[in-house]
Each structure stands twice: as structure tokens, then as C-alpha cells.
């Protein structure tokens, strides 16, 4: 599965710079590479575009449940079995999968340690010939060469980290939680960019790039879909 994947997603990358190395002449400072890896990235978030949406509306409805869930946890806590049933109950009145997360993440899972493995072995992957890949320009703004990692920590790995970060804020900001796990939630929005920080800093910069285009993706998206859940809230109350 992850050679199918990674010839897959291999090969659009592939595709990509074709296309884009035959429009004309190649920027200074901002490779043909590069830029096939940034459409790249974009065109692999639309492909996810459906799950992460799927992901949002699952997250808002265990929001608008959770009080109703609270409450029957409270009534039947020395009822295990019926505390059970009325879940189930509760789980079909809303038509809610309390399984749906864990079924999104592993249908992303795998998608995007292939695209991940693509750009850590572009020759394998991508250009089948290393005497194409030696070819071509791998610059980007300051970065002389993307397969190696960003000279700076300033640069693609703090970007890596600013925009996970900002993520993370967005993800949790419509999910209602108990104090016990908002401080759980707290630790990890802040471990998390730190260590994708640390792994940027060693990993090829091509891979920073994809994460940081991938990130202002999400983070856009994340904007549009809070602004529609808040306009949906305001219109319910």
C-alpha cells in the first residue's frame, strides 16, 4: 500500500513539474521544484478536503451531544449496561458515530506518510533517475537545495512550528471539554510545534515546505469552517 500510494502521489508530483518547468523560464529564486511542491501540497489537501470536512461536522455534533452524554453518564453511573443502552439510544437519536474520528485519522494516516515518503525520497519516488534529479533546481528564497534541511531555524522549521501551532488553537477552539483534558489539550498545543520545530530542523526542507503550505491550508480552512459553525450557532439561538 505505501509503494502504491507513494508511486501515486509520486507520480502527480512528477506531473506537476512537467508542467510546470514548460511554462517558461525558471524564477531566481523559487525553483520549478519548488513550486510543483507547493501545487502539490495543495492538490493533496483538496483530495482530503472531504475527510477533513467530515472530521469538523463529526467534532460539532459530539459538541452539541456531549451535555445530553453528560448527563445520562451522571443518572446511570452505578447502571453500566443501562448507561450503555441509553448512549446507543443517544447515538441514533443524533445519528452519530462515536467511531468516526478514529475511522478518519486512519484512512488519513497512511495517505500521508506516503506523500511524506515522496518527498524524503523524490528519486525513488518521483524522477526514477537520479541523473534527472541532479539536474534540476532545488532552491527556495533563501534554501539553495530542499533536500537539505533549512539553514536557518528561522525559516521553514519556525514556520513549521508558528503555523502548527495556530492550527491546533483552531482545531480546539469550537470543542467543549472538561478542565481535566482542556489542560491535557493545552500541553499538547504547545508540545506539538515544538516538536515539529525540532524535526524541521533536520528533516530536507522540502518536507518543511510541504508541512508549512499544508498548514495555511488548513488554517484557512479551519477559519471558513468556524465562521459556518458560529453562524449556525447564532442562527439555532
Not at 507520480?11 to 507547493?38: H, R, T
Not at 483538496?46 to 453518564?73: C, G, R, Y
Not at 478518519?104 to 497512511?110: D, K
Not at 491550508?217 to 439561538?237: A, D, Y
Request: charged letters at 15%.
Amino acid at each position: 500500500m505505501r509503494a502504491f500510494l507513494g508511486n501515486l502521489f509520486g507520480g502527480l508530483l512528477k506531473l506537476i513539474f512537467d508542467l510546470v518547468s514548460s511554462i517558461g523560464v525558471e524564477p531566481k529564486n523559487f525553483s520549478f521544484y519548488a513550486i510543483a511542491i507547493i501545487i502539490t501540497t495543495i492538490i493533496f489537501k483538496l483530495i482530503l478536503l472531504p475527510i477533513s470536512l467530515h472530521q469538523s461536522k463529526s467534532t460539532e455534533k459530539m459538541n452539541e451531544i456531549q451535555p445530553k452524554m453528560k448527563e445520562i453518564q451522571n443518572k446511570y453511573k452505578n447502571d453500566p449496561q443501562t448507561q450503555q443502552t441509553k448512549m446507543m439510544e443517544l447515538y441514533k437519536e443524533y445519528n452519530y458515530n462515536p467511531m468516526s474520528g478514529c475511522l478518519i485519522i486512519l484512512i488519513q494516516f497512511p495517505i500521508i506518510i506516503a506523500f511524506f515518503n515522496v518527498l524524503r525520497d523524490p528519486v525513488t519516488y518521483v524522477f526514477k533517475d537520479p541523473k534527472i534529479y541532479e539536474t534540476i533546481s532545488k532552491n527556495f528564497l533563501w534554501i539553495t537545495n530542499l533536500e537539505q534541511p533549512d539553514p536557518y531555524m528561522w525559516g521553514l522549521p519556525l514556520l513549521a512550528a508558528i503555523t502548527t501551532y495556530i492550527q491546533s488553537m483552531l482545531m480546539t477552539a469550537n470543542v467543549q471539554v472538561d478542565p481535566q483534558a482542556a489542560a491535557s489539550q493545552k500541553i499538547m498545543n504547545i508540545f506539538l510545534p515544538l516538536m515539529i520545530f525540532w524535526a524541521a530542523k533536520s528533516f530536507p526542507a522540502g518536507l518543511a515546505l510541504y508541512w508549512v503550505v499544508g498548514n495555511i491550508f488548513q488554517i484557512v480552512q479551519q477559519l471558513i469552517t468556524n465562521r459556518s459553525l458560529g453562524k449556525i450557532k447564532e442562527e439555532r439561538g
